[in-house]
């Protein structure tokens, strides 16, 4: 049904929130409503970006059927958000914790969050798949059956230290070992923002490869499209890796995550069920 709401979504992050938030974007399209995305996140002179870590924009929103926000249209928004004494009547401007689908009656709803839910993804998954698969390498890399023995580890650090959500070396240490108990592996690639850090670890000295990180589109759909050519995953708690997980998830694959997601701050469902978590 053709419903009478404009729905603005804010693209904003790195590359797995994007895919939350165009996932998210297209369970409200599937719905009936007219979606319009801002990628404005992306403009080094906007306000957003200064109070953010900067990230590129991965895929353009073309990959997902989706359109930009036209001048016009920004500034009817941005007006309506300035003056909601005036406009509430017909705007409303919602965050991830406060969304109700029941406020979206009126004619202006502006989504400003990530969305981070497993379960977008699972009713999004042939979506996502095929909007990403436009690119060569994913899809090349997507139908492509992977090693048996392959194991792909992402370890975070960077402004997880700053934030206190960066894991212990004991957290990984427990993932090898609990990963041994149920299969042997013979590749192992570590994915890192902290290469130095990584080289020091005992752990990961027999790993086959530590890859770094990288930071223009094409880069980052190289990195991904390297994790998809593994069979089973250390997602850590990072959504790059999760999405990685959740695309390239065999029917035997062991993907692992850490539970909790985060220690001082409560995260969404961002596990499947036959995923096994290990405390951090």
Known sequence: MKKNTTVLIEIKGGFGNQIFQFCFANILR???YRVLINKRFYDYKSK??????YRNLIFHEKYFGFRNINYIYFKIFEFMNKHRKFSKKFYSKMKDLDFNEKNLEKKFIHLDGYWQNIDNLISQKKFLIDSISKNKKIYNSINSLPKDDSLMVLVRRGDYIEMDENLDIKFYENCLQEFKKLKSYSSLT???????????QKIFNNSNSIIGPEDSSEEVIN????????KHFIVSNSTLSLI???????????IMVADPWFRNKE???LFKENWHKIKQ
């Open 48 to 53: 957003e970006t200064l109070n953010n870590t």
């Open 223 to 230: 990195l991904f499209s390297k994790m998809l050519q593994n």
């Open 244 to 254: 990685a997980a959740f695309f390239g998830e065999q029917e035997d694959s062991i």
């Open 267 to 269: 995260k969404p469902n």
């Open 190 to 200: 570590v994915f890192t923002d902290d290469v130095d850090w990584v080289k020091k």
């Open 30 to 32: 599937q719905k009936g």
